[in-house]
């Protein structure tokens, strides 16, 4: 799948979970960024929130913080390699990105090309 599609349908999606929200009674949004950077205190958080108490529950499985780390070294690669892809992105979806909370524009800041021998700049900057 493109990368054009994998935003579009990411858009579409969230925009499509969005319209739901106000149709539903109980509902609790959180993002993976969130849960990843402290799960144990969003985990608590969902545990009261339900009516578990958080001490009768233990968590075994350890959450990997970061885990888009991966795909922004694939999107550093692809935008070091094609240099117009991200403004193009950022062109067409970026205003959408950014109404659900997130930049597109940052994730063109690669701080080191993959070859280790340049920054890549933003689409502010081209």
Known sequence: MSIDRLID?????????????????????ITLEEFTQDPDHFLNEVYRW?????SRVTRTVKVRQNTNRKYRKKYCKMIEEDPGLHANLVARFG????????????????????TGTASVSSAADA
Do not use: A, F, Q
Not at 50 to 54: A, E, H, I, L, T
Not at 95 to 114: D, F, Q
């Open 9 to 29: 349908n990411w858009i579409h999606v969230n925009e499509y979970m969005r319209s739901d929200l106000p149709h539903l009674t109980h509902v609790k949004v």
């Open 50 to 54: 339900v009516g578990v108490s958080p």
């Open 95 to 114: 205003e959408k990105v950014s109404e659900l909370g997130y930049s597109l524009e940052e994730w063109g800041k690669c701080p080191v090309t993959t």
